[in-house]
C-alpha cells in the first residue's frame, strides 16, 4: 500500500512485483518538487519543435523559472508536449516553422496552459516570454511567436483544458493568428492541414 495523503492506495502489480509509479503518481511518492524536476530533466531530453522542450535542453532563463515553481514548470512541459504533438497530426511538416502549424502551437501551448489552473495566465505569460527572450535569432519570427502566445491566453483564459483545441483551431483557421511569409507577418489560414 502505498500513502496518498491520509488514504492508503494499493499499489499495481507487474508479474508479482509493484510498478514503477507513473509520472504523475511520483508527485505523491517522490514529494512534488523532486517530480517535477525529474519529469522536465526526461521531458527535456525530447525533440519537440519549437517549445521549451526543443533542442534536447530548456535554456538559462527556462530553467531558472522552472525552478521558481517546479510543479508549475512539469505542467508547462506537459503542455508543451501536447501542442507539439497536435501540430503534427493536423499539419504537414512544411507548415510547422513560421506558418500555420507553428502558429497554432503556439496558441495551443498558451491555451492550455491559461486553462489549467495548476499554471494559469500569469505563469503562461511568464514561461512563453522567457522562451521566446532565449531565442532573439529572428526578430519576426519572434513577433509572431509572442502576438500567437497572446491569442492562446486569451482564448484559453476561464476554459477546460480539454475544450480549447477546436478553440484554437478556430483561431488559426479564421486568421486570428499570425504566420511568416515571404519576410511579412500576414493573417493565418486553414491553408497546409493535414
Known amino acids: 500500500m502505498a500513502q496518498v495523503g491520509n488514504a492508503a492506495v ?6 508479482g512485483e509493484a510498478a514503477a509509479p507513473k509520472p504523475t503518481e511520483r508527485f505523491w511518492t517522490e514529494g512534488r518538487e523532486r517530480a517535477a524536476e525529474r519529469l522536465a530533466h526526461e521531458k527535456s531530453g525530447q525533440e519537440s519543435g519549437g517549445l521549451p522542450i526543443t533542442s534536447g535542453v530548456l535554456s538559462a532563463p527556462e530553467w531558472d523559472l ?7 514548470g512539469a505542467l508547462v512541459l506537459l503542455h508543451a508536449k501536447t501542442a507539439v504533438n497536435e501540430a503534427l497530426a493536423r499539419y504537414k511538416s512544411t507548415a510547422l516553422e513560421d506558418d500555420n502549424g507553428d502558429a497554432f502551437r503556439h496558441a495551443l501551448w498558451n491555451a492550455r496552459m491559461a486553462a ?3 499554471v494559469g495566465v500569469v505563469w503562461a505569460e511568464k514561461w512563453a516570454t522567457t522562451h521566446e527572450d532565449g531565442n532573439p535569432g529572428k526578430p519576426l519570427a519572434t513577433q509572431m511567436d509572442l502576438f500567437n502566445n497572446g491569442v492562446g491566453r486569451k482564448a484559453g483564459d476561464g476554459m477546460k483544458v480539454d475544450e480549447v483545441l477546436k478553440k484554437v483551431q478556430d483561431c488559426v483557421d ?3 493568428c499570425r504566420v511568416l511569409r515571404a519576410g511579412v507577418l500576414v493573417n493565418s489560414d486553414g491553408k497546409y492541414k493535414l
Not at 522552472?66 to 508549475?72: E, M, T
Open 66 to 72: 522552472f525552478r521558481q515553481n517546479p510543479v508549475v
Open 116 to 118: 489549467d489552473s495548476g
Open 174 to 176: 479564421t486568421g486570428r
Open 10 to 15: 494499493p499499489k499495481a502489480k507487474i508479474n
